[in-house]
């Protein structure tokens, strides 16, 4: 039988993951705002942190060290999504939306690529 899960440590982050895997299904949205696009990437790095914590090899991955510094993590990155959009919804006032709007037509042209071996690695990890 085919099981899904979502793990988070909040409600919140649990309701985003599953909105996010809802709209992979679907093909992604064809434009995300920037405010969506800060959010996925906060989500992506928390992500990250788990991933980078529960590899490391167990009495270090329970220790308090590893769970302050993934703390702090969260709340770093939690931080600097809060600037961010404070950021732009500032430059949004100051100029009436028109730099952000630059900005969402040159990402069009953009492409992200992942070195194979770090894919390959991501994979492994996640695997168990």
């Given at each position: ?71 702090m993590g969260y709340k770093a990155t939690d ?27 040159a990402r069009k042209t953009i492409r992200y ?10 994979l492994k990890a996640l695997r168990g």
């Amino acid at each position: 039988m085919a099981t899904l899960s979502f793990e988070g440590e909040t409600h919140g982050e649990i309701v985003m993951k599953v909105k996010r895997w809802l709209v992979s299904l679907e093909g992604g949205p064809e434009h995300l705002t920037a405010s969506e696009t800060i959010d996925q990437v906060s989500e992506l790095t928390k992500d990250a942190l788990r991933v980078i914590a529960s590899s490391a090899p167990g009495p270090i991955a329970h220790s308090e060290i590893m769970k302050g510094l993934t703390s702090m993590g969260y709340k770093a990155t939690d931080l600097s999504k809060q600037a961010v959009q404070a950021g732009l919804d500032t430059v949004e006032e100051v100029t009436g939306g028109s730099v952000l709007k630059r900005v969402s037509d040159a990402r069009k042209t953009i492409r992200y690529e992942m070195n194979t071996a770090v894919a390959n690695q991501i994979l492994k990890a996640l695997r168990g």
